[in-house]
């Protein structure tokens, strides 16, 4: 592999070496972290010509950064260690007459990658079908070297980093809905354990309850499904407490307060209560959500 040094402009040698993003710049202005770009290939004037015709492109205000791999198992490496790569340029024929292909597996099969993009490039076309390639490998474009010009190379790169941007930015949203999710989910069930909560919709039906309440009730989730409250409070719900719970949810929206009622055994519960409407886009409530925990009645 050529060494990683700098330009020696004294003697002649023309060296390549990997950008480093995190390098301030001369000026110490802020910037933006640049988009990650590893050329793959075992041909050193590759690297060169490359990096050369995309030396100034900047996209959506970031700038290029690239790294250099002159095998498969180099490029590997490199990918394990350095998680946002947005774009691989990577040769076909390298240790082997496919590793490229192997390594474009690897980074979906093993890495789980499946967000950057992967060009391939070579330099021999007739080797392989590039239809063949591109429907059996989860590649996202091939070219042959010779007809890769610096304006197609341009685009080429350019729509890739936008296609990058677009998985990244849904992969973001869909962490942190799962996220939330898992909030909600580890909130439900604290509930679960220590809290009764009871939905209904706006005839009274019941359309969900925890575990809490159909122990209490002694009738089974299955059952109380559908029911109306008689099938939790037989009797009729004690006045004034009905018209106050019943006016303070047209009004506000909600109501909270204290209400006595008794288990499937007979034992009294003091419940503290919380009842929220959700209402239509027309305003009209179509569900109400009750959450209520067990006083002790000492």
Known sequence: MPPNTLDDADNGHLILRDDDPDEPNAAGAAELV?????????DVDVHVVTKFALSNTHFQGRRLSFLHAYSAAEAMTILRNTP????????????TADAGLMLARQVREQLHNDLVR???RTGQPGQAL??????????????????LTTRKLFTTVISSLRAYATLEAA??????????????????????QHALTLTIDQRGRILD????????AGIGRDELLGSDLHALYPGTFPEPLASTIVA???????????????????????????VLAFKNPQGVPFQYVAVASILDPT
């Open 248 to 274: 303070a949810l047209a009004q506000d929206g909600g109501w909270a307060g204290d209400i006595h009622a008794s288990s499937a055994q007979g034992a009294p519960l003091h419940l503290r209560c919380a």
């Open 118 to 120: 992967i060009v391939l």
């Open 34 to 42: 640049p988009w990650r770009i590893l050329i793959v290939d075992d």
């Open 209 to 216: 309850a925890n575990e809490t309440v159909c122990k209490l």
């Open 171 to 192: 992969a973001a949203e869909r962490a942190a809905l799962s996220a939330k999710l898992a909030s909600a989910e580890q909130l439900q069930a604290v509930l679960n």
């Open 130 to 147: 590039e239809h063949s390639i591109i429907v059996d490998y989860d590649i996202n474009d091939f070219w042959c070297k010779a007809d």
């Open 84 to 95: 946002d790569i947005a774009l691989i340029l990577l040769d076909v024929i390298m240790e």
